[in-house]
């Protein structure tokens, strides 16, 4: 089953919900996309679908100031990119989780048992409010910074004098920025304490996956948010011989070898410990 809604508030969240087992109690996992996409990019869908088929309700957003129209997947709306901070990001994670939790989704949620999967970004997104939802009970992050202040001195002290930060993507008809006020927000509230710091306070396992050729946050950052912990709850797989997208481009014909590799790694550690606290809640009872 695919379903499209749209989950009102603040900023309307438009969302795609996969599922195999509509009738069926399931944990629901919410899968975050990174700065420029959004819930149809790339290999989104087909990581959804395969989430899907392991027996989870999947619900696919797109972040609600990400600029995107939905139909065609450009970047129409350039003023709401603009004013998007990660502060917003945060937010819209908060009220999709509430709003699964709360019995929006309009098919049966087993209590207690959600997942999140992020994608660069979204992976710095999926950590920071992992840490005020209980029922997070798996994590994975693909090719998450370990800071989000990834800016020289010196373009900060230009985007500060200007006002914004001017980039083009071809996506966009015309040129794209980010107000500084985006930068205002990382350094009042995402700093301290360091995102590898966050990460250790999670009592959720977190796998992290990360491309072994990734030019745009580097092996090296990674390693730095695993701060040295490896173990039972948290882990590291490097999948060789791809970058930051895990070889794909959009639109996405075919699912490269690497994106198979790191979607197969990611349904494992669902499974695994979202049926372990599935277990885990039969033997309470």
């Known amino acids: 089953m695919l379903r499209e809604m749209t989950i009102e508030g603040k900023r309307p969240l438009r969302a795609d919900l996969r599922t195999r087992r509509p009738n069926e109690p399931r944990p629901v996992v919410v899968v975050l996309h990174g700065f420029l996409g959004y819930k149809r990019w790339g290999f989104f869908p087909w990581l959804s679908e395969r989430i899907a088929d392991a027996g989870f309700h999947v619900v696919t957003p797109s972040f609600g100031l990400c600029g995107v129209d939905e139909e065609t997947g450009r970047i129409l ?6 004013r998007n901070t990660v502060s917003d990001e945060v937010e819209d994670l908060h009220r999709i989780l509430g709003f699964a939790r709360d019995g929006g989704l309009s098919v049966p949620v087993r209590p207690g048992a ?3 999967v992020g994608h660069s970004r979204g992976g710095a997104v999926a950590m920071i409010a992992a ?8 994590l994975v992050t693909w090719a998450t910074p370990s800071t989000l202040d990834r800016y020289t001195e010196r373009r900060k002290r230009l985007w500060k004098e200007e ?11 015309e040129p794209l920025s980010l107000s500084y006020a985006y930068y205002e927000d990382i350094a009042r509230h995402w700093l301290e304490p360091p995102l590898a710091e966050r990460a250790a306070r999670l009592e959720a396992p977190q796998l992290l996956v990360h491309g072994e050729q990734d030019a745009t946050v580097t092996l090296r950052e990674t390693k730095a948010l695993l701060d040295g912990r490896v173990g039972s709850t948290i882990e590291l797989e490097v999948v060789p011989g791809c ?14 070898a690497p994106l198979e590799t790191a979607a197969g790694l990611t349904r494992n550690w669902l499974s695994r410990h979202l049926a372990d606290t599935e277990r885990s809640d039969r033997e309470s009872r």
């Not at 006002?163 to 008809?173: E, I, M, N, Y």
Request: net charge negative; aromatic share 8%; no cysteine.
């Open 131 to 138: 840490a005020d939802h209980p029922e997070v009970r798996a």
């Open 163 to 173: 006002g914004r930060l001017v980039f083009r993507d071809p996506r966009a008809d």
């Open 114 to 116: 959600a997942g999140l």
């Open 77 to 82: 709306r350039p003023d709401e990119f603009a």
């Open 243 to 256: 970058g930051h997208a895990f070889g794909t481009t959009h639109p996405m014909d075919r699912p490269p």
